[in-house]
């Protein structure tokens, strides 16, 4: 293997390539280092796509105890079993007073990542919130959303945001009571600002297996149905 890897550095990376042209030089033919060397110089950087728990690294972040109950974020809990072992226990980090490193999604309020330092190599726990309502949503629906209930419990909270997304999802209803005119101004806002940030699919369903038409042996073929063609112009929220 390592012989395989030398005679690819030594020989593949510095060998032209007829593949490897350039607009201003097209009789020429390029090696790798050399077209890597070109995107250096015009890019600065060779772009690379991030893993899950860079995107995790790059959210918001804030320090906060883990309670016997879970952790408390703008009136909502989130709780998982990983957290056992972590409840009222010092972080390890002496700078945030023993507090634990939580990353949190103000676009996605349905879950928090806490990163566990006392793991060899350090591990991000996902812990959800325990009134999940189906569909992300921000911090601006949420806060609207106890708005609507004052004094009222954080299951009536999730119940009233679950209600701002159904109104968010279906557009006003038939009702009148459901119409434009009888909900505020900013209602329309949070549940425009809702549809436009938030997935519209319900979460994933488990797979079930079913039968596949025709014998085992295949002898029968499934009718293939054409797909329509794509208008960049129509109204994708419209769509059955």
């Known amino acids: 293997m390592q012989g395989l890897l030398d005679e690819w550095i030594v020989i593949w990376q510095n060998r032209p390539h007829d593949a490897l042209r350039d607009p201003d030089a097209p009789k020429r033919a390029f090696t790798p280092n050399e077209k890597y ?11 690379a796509p991030f893993s899950g728990e860079d995107y995790v690294e790059l959210l918001p972040e804030r320090w906060q105890a883990i309670n016997s109950y879970g952790i ?10 990983e957290l056992t072992p972590l409840r009222r226990q010092h972080s390890g980090v ?5 507090l634990w490193e939580i ?25 959800f919130w325990k009134h999940r309502v189906g569909v992300p949503f ?17 299951k009536q909270f999730a119940d009233a945001a679950a209600a701002l997304l159904r109104r968010a999802h279906d557009g006003p209803g038939s009702e009148e009571k459901d119409r434009p005119a009888r909900r505020s101004r ?9 549809r436009a ?11 079930t297996t079913e039968p596949v038409p025709g014998d ?6 499934a009718k293939v149905i054409p797909l329509g063609l794509f208008d960049p112009l129509a109204n994708p929220w419209s769509r059955t």
């Open 186 to 194: 900013r209602d329309r806002r949070v549940a425009a600002r809702t």
């Open 197 to 207: 940030t938030a997935t519209d699919r319900p979460p994933p369903e488990p797979r």
């Open 103 to 127: 990353h949190y999604d103000p676009y996605d309020v349905s879950r928090v990542w806490v990163r566990d330092r006392r793991s060899e190599p350090a591990r991000w726990i996902t812990v």
């Open 72 to 81: 408390r974020i703008n009136h909502r809990t989130y709780d998982d079993a």
């Open 94 to 98: 002496a700078d945030k007073k023993g």
């Open 138 to 154: 921000g911090e601006m629906a949420w806060d609207h959303a106890r708005e609507q209930v004052p004094g009222g419990t954080e």
């Open 216 to 221: 085992a042996t295949g002898s029968e073929v």
């Open 37 to 47: 060397a070109m995107l250096l110089e015009s890019c600065g950087y060779v772009p």
